[in-house]
């Protein structure tokens, strides 16, 4: 099982990858691979429904802290963590495959 | 204490275009702080984000002077982060494309980064522990 770091930065009203990266997550998880998804810049206006079929299929969903307050975002949908950037420094180095979408 | 790595992030926003240069700077900031050996392979627009010609300017909408309006520059990023690396016992290689800065005229840089080929960037990826690609859109 390798560990997966996916990266979202836009919104999905700005974007098609937002959508792309989370069906690489979903896609990824349903193989049995261990799969977060970082959330940063615009990823964060994701909501609860849209991320709904990737914590279903257990994607963890993660939500850098900085953006939030960027975007003066202070309740986040249900399931989804507030993190530091520290998180995914602390993946790379532990040899994750972190990719940024 | 953690151990060190080497890591390599590889840049193509050009300045003040994306918050993914933000990103990346936050990223570089926390792994120099962590005294990890860097590698940065710059290319695209992201050859600019070194360029030693970077002024500050003045804004008369704001009635400010440049020393007021204090505007960021970039150079002065990556000189802060060549500076944490150092501090905290790490390195920073910063590579800048030499095609792309060719083709964009971008070969005045500050000091303590490179000129560098798609050959430094294979270096860094067979020599790094991990690393990252930020792409632009």
Redesign the interface.
Request: hydrophobic share 40%.
């Given at each position: 099982m390798r560990d997966y770091v996916l990266i979202l930065s836009h919104s999905t009203l700005e974007s098609v990858d937002a959508q792309r990266g989370l069906s690489l997550a979903i896609d990824l998880a349903l193989q049995g691979e261990e799969v977060t998804l970082y959330l940063v810049q615009n990823g964060v206006f994701a909501s609860e429904d849209w991320l709904r079929p990737a914590l279903a299929s257990g994607v963890r969903v993660l939500a850098d802290e900085f953006s939030l307050q960027e975007r003066g975002i202070s309740r986040r949908p249900v399931n989804v963590q507030a993190s530091p950037l520290d998180f995914v420094l602390d993946r790379l180095e532990a040899g994750a495959q972190v990719i940024w979408h | 204490m953690?151990s060190r790595?080497t890591?390599t992030f590889v840049l193509m926003d050009a300045p003040y275009e994306s918050?993914?240069t933000t990103?990346a700077m936050?990223?570089l900031n926390?792994?120099a702080l962590?005294g990890?050996e860097i590698n940065v392979f710059a290319y695209e627009g992201a050859v600019y984000l070194t360029g030693r010609q970077q002024t500050q300017h003045p804004n008369p909408v704001h009635a400010n002077n440049d020393t007021e309006e204090n505007h960021p520059l970039p150079k002065e990023w990556v000189q802060a982060l060549l500076n944490c690396a150092e501090a905290n016992g790490g390195t920073l290689d910063w590579a800048n494309c030499g095609l792309c800065v060719d083709e964009r005229g971008a070969s005045e840089t500050i000091e303590g980064v490179r000129r560098g080929t798609p050959a430094d960037l294979l270096d860094f990826l067979n020599r790094s522990?991990?690393a990252?690609?930020?792409?632009t859109?």
């Open positions: - | 953690k790595r890591l918050a993914r990103t936050r990223l926390l792994a962590r990890h522990d991990n990252l690609v930020i792409p859109r």
